[in-house]
């Protein structure tokens, strides 16, 4: 699967949008782009996930370039809830489905 | 989304005890199983893939006799961690998804269990 790079940190004002990076410039035709987010010491949570045309659900939307090597993803009002670690993770379509975790971005969103 | 259970969510053992961890998914069947440890402020690594009915497929470096997985229904699977020593001391994760019969889920994690071995 394809590495991803994030930033290791990033801070956030509450009620403000969360722009969230990743750059996926290895990724293969097949690969979906997959965001997950670890709030501290619990299991992580799927956030969303898109082949090449964006998303959006209840969570956040989901934005990748044309040529799909990098993508991001937008909280659009941020809160103090939403502070956690931003996994952004390419996986080959119908493959066993492992993930494998990069060092992510820590989110602080501040009142 | 689904839900995948751990217990227990904290245990605390003697050195050379072995600890067995439960997952279970609690409304899908879990075709497929995965394991992670996590050290603190690092990452999730992938242990393990079991499948259910069939032996797990470890990640290369880790120990299979030590952290013995078992998938034998669709909706549990157990990781026992064997003569533990402080060193595997972690967080313990595990992820569910249901594959086949026109279903491909995501992937959904327990809420962990926090090992500490004294």
């Known amino acids: 699967d394809a590495k991803t790079t994030q930033p290791p940190s990033m801070d956030c004002a509450e009620g403000r949008a969360a722009n969230l990076p990743c750059n996926h410039s290895?990724?293969?035709?097949?690969?979906?782009v997959y965001w997950y987010r670890q709030i501290h010491s619990q299991g992580p949570q799927y956030i969303i996930h898109?082949?090449?045309n964006n998303e959006t659900n209840e969570m956040a939307s989901l934005i990748i370039t044309e040529d799909r090597k990098s993508s991001t993803l937008i909280l659009p009002h941020a809160t103090l809830r939403d502070t956690a670690v931003y996994y952004c993770?390419?996986?080959?379509?119908?493959?066993?489905?492992?993930?494998?975790f990069g060092a992510g971005t820590q989110v602080v969103v501040t009142p | 989304g689904a839900v995948v259970s751990q217990h227990p969510s904290r245990v605390i053992c003697k050195s050379g005890t072995s600890v067995k961890i439960e997952c279970r998914s609690l409304?899908?069947?879990?075709?497929?199983m995965f394991w992670y440890r996590q050290f603190p402020k690092q990452s999730l690594m992938l242990m393990a893939t079991?499948?259910?009915?069939?032996?797990?497929?470890?990640e290369q470096g880790v120990e299979k006799d030590k952290f013995l997985i078992n998938h034998a229904s669709l909706t549990l699977s157990t990781l026992t961690v064997t003569s533990a020593h402080p060193e595997d001391s972690s967080f313990y994760i595990c992820?569910?998804?249901?594959?086949?019969?026109?279903?491909?889920?995501?992937?959904?994690f327990g809420q962990g269990t926090r090992l500490t071995v004294v």
């Open positions: 992820s569910a998804r249901e594959v086949g019969q026109g279903k491909n889920t995501e992937a959904f």
């Open positions: 290895t990724i293969s035709g097949n690969e979906y």
């Open positions: 898109g082949l090449k």
């Open positions: 993770i390419v996986r080959v379509v119908g493959s066993w489905g492992k993930l494998q």
């Open positions: 409304d899908f069947q879990a075709t497929t």
């Open positions: 079991s499948n259910e009915g069939s032996k797990a497929t470890y």
